[in-house]
């Protein structure tokens, strides 16, 4: 009998992530399907009281570890919780979405389970009573279909795919403590700090809408064009591999196959002319925009809508019309 | 200090992918293979712990097809002691399965630090440090931008969301690199020369059994034909109409 699906809520600040909701809500459709039910695992320090909040998205049992061990991430720590977790639920999957703590965590927890990872998985189907999973490779360039050899499955989902169901708050589910396990001392990696980089205020593989800027911006000194629309559309400035090598912009802000990959929204590209290596990055994004004055540029091909024009010129006005349009 | 780095073969970023006719796998037919970008800032800040402490071994290891081999040599060639190839002849190995090879190999030899790039951009899993380590029985950090060694522990930055995580890891550890970390050297002349009496280990990758199954690679899914909305200023008033009319995002 194929056990259940167990999906990991990461908590930032005792509130569980949008991201683990979405891959909680795919959990939920995916134990639907397989006639199966959902166990949601959160751990942290002083987490109890928000977890009974995941069976508003889909989740029959919810097993919390509430402990000031828990307080920091560790990479051992948190594996140790959750692989046992798997164990002692007979999961036949555990699901966690690909954040830089989901994919930290999965490939130790695989590890511990002597199993491989189906990382930043874009689709899921149950073929025949058995998990398929869809994900990108060569940077998007080919996808795969995989199926699992053996069970349990660990799959990490890529943010802002999947969709985060309606909460149905009239839904309840038992909580159930684990103890955890291990003492601080016991830990090999410990998160001493959290550094906020400054001025940034929201993640670009987060973000709902992000506007990036490319070589036709001519220098670092333009970038305020790209940070000013990108803060009336309320969204995140990213960057192409050019402007981050001439070291215009940091390397965190790097969209492409050797920065970030994201699926906003809303991407608009200004002044890129869309390297295959920065369309691997962002071509999963649903509404693509594109700014560039050369009518045969590559990006035009994966854009929905394009403004052949001089970005100096239309980015300003479309800045003042969106602020127009937004703030009446 | 005794450093591992494990590298892989992949193709060039700038190729364009064909499925090949098994429906399953990439089409190798006019595509250049070579280092993976991110192998290189593990091997480079390899090669600068070992000069900053005039003492120690870089040693580069890999699971791949015989050609690997001159991946491998231009790692020597920037400085590495000696080279490991596992060849392997499995048309298909998951990330359980090279880290179960690579696992079994270092298992037998004496290390402090092992290190990789932070995903190999063919499969893009970022997968086989973690699993590599929870396999050896030692701690990982994953994505590391900034890497500081002091008596048997390494402070490590770490990238996430917005900023990033400062992890103290005890050592022998498995790293993961990530750009930013350092800016990799090219080989010289003498390097490359020198490369070619360096020690260059060939054996059979350990069997593999995979856990994941490719059941079919296809293209992506085709994007619907956009649109120019219009010419320079024109296009503006267009534009923020089909953002909001059509594609109601805005």
């Avoid at chain 1, 995916?30 to 109890?48: H, M």
């Avoid at chain 1, 990490?156 to 159930?176: H, I, K, M, Q, Y």
């Amino acid at each position: 009998m194929p056990g259940p699906i167990l999906v990991f809520v990461e908590q930032r600040d005792g509130k569980p992530k949008k991201q683990s909701l979405e891959a909680l809500s795919e959990g939920r459709r995916l134990a639907t399907a397989l006639s199966v039910p959902v166990v949601a695992a959160l751990f942290g320090e002083g987490v109890k009281p928000v977890a009974g909040t995941l069976a508003h998205y889909g989740a029959d049992r919810i097993l919390v570890g509430d402990s000031p061990n828990l307080r920091h991430y560790s990479t051992d720590g948190y594996a140790k919780l959750l692989g046992d977790a798997v164990q002692a639920a007979g999961a036949q999957a555990v699901l966690l979405s690909a954040t830089a703590m989901g994919k930290d965590l999965a490939g130790y927890v695989a590890g511990g389970l002597e199993t491989s990872v189906a990382a930043d998985c874009t689709g899921t189907s149950v073929v025949d009573g058995k998990l398929q999973v869809r994900r990108p490779v060569y940077a998007g360039k080919a996808v795969v279909t995989l199926g699992f050899a053996k069970l349990p499955a660990v799959l990490t989902l890529r943010p802002n795919v999947f969709p985060l169901s309606a909460a149905d708050t009239a839904r309840t589910a038992p909580v159930e403590d684990v103890a955890c396990p291990f003492g601080l001392a016991d830990l090999k990696s410990v998160v001493k700090d959290v550094v906020t980089s400054a001025g940034k205020k929201i993640e670009l593989t987060e973000a709902n809408i992000i506007v990036s800027g490319g070589r036709g911006l001519k220098g670092p000194e333009n970038f305020p064009l790209i940070e000013e629309l990108a803060q009336v559309l309320g969204g995140a400035v990213g960057a192409s591999r050019a402007v981050v090598d001439a070291g215009w912009r940091p390397h965190e802000d790097q969209v492409g196959q050797t920065g970030k990959t994201v699926s906003p929204s809303l991407y608009v590209a200004v002044g890129i002319s869309g390297a295959i290596q920065h369309l691997a990055g962002m071509s999963s994004s649903k509404f693509i925009v594109a700014i560039n004055k050369d009518p045969d540029a590559p990006i035009f091909k994966i854009a929905d809508y394009g403004i052949v024009g001089d970005l100096f010129e239309v980015v300003p006005a479309l800045t003042a019309a969106f602020r127009k349009f937004l703030g009446g | 200090m005794k450093i591992i780095v494990c590298v892989k073969r992949v193709p060039d970023t700038t190729t364009q992918v064909k499925v090949g006719p098994d429906g399953k796998s990439l089409d190798p037919a006019g595509v250049t293979f070579g280092p993976n970008p991110y192998d290189e800032f593990a091997v480079e800040e390899a090669l600068r712990i070992k000069e900053k402490r005039a003492q120690g071994e870089v040693v580069v290891l890999s699971v791949g097809v015989a050609e690997t081999a001159q991946v491998l040599r231009t790692y020597l060639a920037m400085g590495a002691d000696r080279a490991i190839l596992l060849k392997d002849d499995q048309p298909y190995r998951d990330n359980f399965a090279v880290a179960s090879a690579l696992a079994s190999t270092i298992r037998t030899m004496p290390f402090d630090l092992l290190l990789f790039g932070k995903q190999a951009v063919d499969d893009d899993g970022s997968q086989v440090g973690s699993i590599t380590a929870r396999l050896l029985g030692i701690p990982v950090v994953n994505t590391v931008v900034k890497l500081e060694l002091g008596e048997g522990k390494a402070k490590c930055h770490r990238e996430i969301e917005g900023g990033h995580e400062e992890v103290e890891v005890t050592l022998p550890a498995a790293i993961t690199t990530q750009k930013g970390l350092n800016e990799p050297r090219f080989a010289s002349l003498t390097g490359i020369m020198a490369a070619k009496k360096k020690p260059f280990e060939e054996k059979p990758a350990p069997a593999g059994e995979s856990r994941l199954q490719v059941l079919k690679m296809e293209p992506p899914p085709k994007r619907p034909a956009g649109r120019i909305v219009g010419k320079g200023l024109d296009g503006v008033p267009e534009l923020v109409k089909a953002l909001h009319d059509e594609a109601k995002v805005v």
